[in-house]
């Protein structure tokens, strides 16, 4: 069975303070990790795919990279706007998607 | 506006009663899959749905079933609601080649 652990739970950052969330995870043929940003009461909003290891990708503050057992997710000198929960997921063989349990990220001004 | 849309937003349900919720797009998407949100969890799979036929389930007894007719919209139906149903449930349509896909804004279902 496809495992997802997301660590830490809880990130509180003052705005302008770097930091990293991490995904690790266990699956049976691995077609792809995701990275969602989840808004309070909404949707998952699709941030990145990354398939292979070594595979990196950047979208304004936020740069995701992959391993063969996980995936970090750097956001760089974050906003209050960057306040969210991040989640990962991995999508197997059978298409659907494993998610964590997400990272939750509160930044101060 | 994600393309991806659920309805009702939010609903209120009493124990043992039955639910249907709806997901639609813009666009045609032949992949459809419904998740289980609970508070502080991540999503949950429920199943998919390609071509209007089942072809995945997670961890979920019958008493949740759903449908995906021609026009690519579906539907989560739910009998015998438990209090532990409550949750947020998400759609998601296959978005491309790239195994993405794109999520509805879900829909709250609080049962009482």
């Known amino acids: 069975e496809d495992q997802v652990t997301q660590s830490p739970e809880a990130l509180r950052l003052q705005e302008g303070e770097s930091s990293s969330l991490n995904c690790s995870y266990t699956v049976s043929g691995l077609r792809g990790l995701f990275w969602y940003r989840q808004d309070p009461g909404k949707g998952p909003e699709f941030l990145f795919t990354l398939y292979s290891a070594g595979e990196e990708k950047e979208k304004e503050r936020l740069k995701a990279t992959l391993t063969k057992k996980e995936s970090f997710l750097h956001i760089t000198a974050p906003k209050p706007e960057d306040s969210a929960t991040y989640l990962c997921?991995?999508?197997?063989?059978?298409?659907?998607?494993?998610f964590g349990a997400g990272t939750t990220v509160t930044v101060r001004a | 506006e994600t393309g991806v849309t659920q309805s009702p937003t939010h609903l209120i349900k009493t124990r043992g009663q039955q639910v249907t919720l709806r997901c639609s797009s813009q666009s045609g998407h032949n992949t459809v899959s419904w998740y289980q949100q609970a508070l502080g969890q991540g999503p949950q799979f429920i199943f998919q749905?390609?071509?209007?036929?089942?072809?995945g389930r997670g961890n979920f007894p019958p008493r949740f079933s759903g449908l995906q007719f021609p026009n690519y919209s579906s539907e989560l139906n739910e009998n015998a609601l438990e209090l532990d149903d409550s949750a947020l449930y998400l759609c998601a349509m296959q978005t491309g080649g790239y195994y993405g896909y794109t999520f509805g804004s879900g829909t709250r279902l609080t049962v009482v």
């Open positions: 749905y390609y071509r209007e036929e089942e072809n």
């Open positions: 997921a991995v999508c197997s063989n059978d298409y659907k998607l494993s």
